[in-house]
């Protein structure tokens, strides 16, 4: 899963921001972006080089409807290793997309542990980045995560 293409998103982005430039501010759409994209966004906000992540490696993204799980090695704080996996939500809230890790299945660790909050961080920053390309010329409004895509809703907002 170490794909490093750019993803399409950012082509959505600058499709959204080009169309506003056309009069079309206030208007909703939905972007969707397909499985294997996410899986890509997910791989790289998750798995750095640092040896303190508490994720080592991704092994699959699953989509589910409502929700995503994230199955892989993770990193005790003594750096020893267990496989396990992680329930992942993407929200809109007050305009901005959320990430949230909701549900965890690894021995040892809980939803309430600090580096649950530091990868719902990186999650969320991801996510945000890769659909911010526009300086903020859109609101998210919605998200919807299927078994097969992610769907946002973004309001187009002049700036």
Not at 48 to 77: K, P
């Amino acid at each position: 899963m170490n794909d490093n293409r750019p993803i399409t998103l950012s082509i959505l982005v600058t499709a959204l921001v080009l169309t506003l430039a056309c009069g079309l501010s206030g208007r909703t759409l939905t972007i969707t972006i397909n499985e294997s994209d996410v899986n890509r966004l997910i791989e790289r906000a998750l798995v750095t080089d640092a040896n303190d992540d508490l994720i080592a490696q991704v092994t699959s993204v699953d989509m589910h409807d409502g929700f995503i799980r994230v199955s892989g090695t993770y990193r005790r704080e003594t750096g020893a290793t267990v496989s396990g996996s992680c329930d992942l939500v993407i929200r809109a809230q007050d305009g901005m997309l959320q990430a949230e890790i909701t549900a965890i299945d690894v021995e040892g660790f809980s939803v309430s542990d600090a580096r649950i909050a530091n990868l719902n961080e990186r999650l969320t920053k991801a996510f945000a980045q890769a659909a911010a390309g526009n300086q903020g010329q859109i609101e998210f409004t919605s998200v919807e995560i299927t078994a097969d895509a992610l769907k946002i809703g973004v309001k187009l907002t002049a700036q």
